[in-house]
Each structure stands twice: as structure tokens, then as C-alpha cells.
């Protein structure tokens, strides 16, 4: 049987990031998640890696599929969205996976927003962070995962 947590990154979008392409544009940009998808999808296929790639408006969703990744991957890339600058709970979950690699992800750079965008609870558990580069960021977290995965 294949085992998933040497070939399956999963990435998880957090709340409002459904809505891209119609929302702030000019913040965002005007790909849409599903283009962002297709995006992480070729880049995982050139790495012949699986990908799991979700999002949902809902902390607790988030959570569990944290807690449901635990050993079943080679890597997390998160956005969490706002919930970066407020969830202790996505933090703690995150923790778990102290054996591979955590990728934050932002399509825009909050250091340079209002000042409640400067806090990430993610960011102490991130072996890599990319912020301001659009879609781009995914796609430079999944070779990071990649370049720092342990072949077995
Ligand atoms: C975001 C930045 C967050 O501050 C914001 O709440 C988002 C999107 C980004 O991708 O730039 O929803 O994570």
C-alpha cells in the first residue's frame, strides 16, 4: 500500500479566500481558489507529489483536518487568512506536526497592512514564510516541502 505521508502535501485556505477574484482584487489579484488550485496541482505533478488542497470559512473545520493530517503527510502549507491573527486554537493544532515541515502563505503582505495583520500565531511553527507574491507563494511552498522532504 502507498504510504501517503511520504507523497501528499495538503493545503489549507482559510476564511474568505473562497470568494477570490471577486474580493479586493486589488489586494488579491483576480485568480480565484480554483485557479490557485490548478496552479498547486501542476507544481505537485512535476514533483510527483499528491496534493490535498481545502478550504472552509470555519476554525474548528480547519482544525480537524489539521489533527487528521497528523502522520498522513509530508507537509502543510497554510493561509490561514484572518484566523492567523487570532487563532490560538490553529496554532495549537499545528504543533502536532512538529516532524514536517509548516509553510505560511500569504497572498498579500500583511506586515505591510493595518497593524491587526502584523500578529501570527502561525508563524513560530513555520519553517518558511511567503508573503506578497500572489499565487506565487504557493507554488514556492510546495518546492520548499519538497527540497526539505526526507527520501526514503
Ligand atoms: C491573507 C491576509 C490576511 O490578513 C487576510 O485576513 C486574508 C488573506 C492573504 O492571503 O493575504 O484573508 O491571508
Not at 11 to 28: A, F, Q, T
Not at 38 to 55: E, G, H, Y
Amino acid at each position: 500500500m502507498k504510504n501517503t505521508a511520504h507523497t501528499t502535501i495538503i493545503v489549507l485556505n482559510g476564511p474568505n479566500l473562497n470568494m477570490l477574484g471577486v474580493r479586493e482584487p486589488e489586494i488579491y489579484g483576480h485568480q480565484t481558489l480554483s485557479d490557485i488550485e490548478n496552479l498547486c496541482k501542476d507544481k505537485a505533478s512535476q514533483l510527483d507529489l499528491s496534493l490535498d488542497f481545502r478550504q472552509s470559512n470555519h476554525e474548528g473545520e480547519l482544525v480537524t483536518w489539521i489533527q487528521q493530517a497528523y502522520g498522513q503527510v509530508l507537509g502543510i502549507v497554510i493561509n490561514a487568512a484572518a484566523y492567523t491573527h487570532t487563532s490560538v486554537a490553529i496554532h495549537d493544532a499545528l504543533k502536532l506536526h512538529q516532524a514536517v515541515p509548516v509553510v505560511e502563505v500569504h497572498l498579500s503582505d500583511p506586515k505591510t497592512r493595518e497593524p491587526f495583520r502584523h500578529h501570527s500565531y502561525i508563524a513560530p511553527l513555520a519553517a518558511a514564510i511567503y508573503a506578497g507574491l500572489g499565487a506565487q507563494g504557493y507554488v514556492k511552498a510546495l518546492e520548499f516541502i519538497d527540497k526539505n522532504r526526507k527520501r526514503p
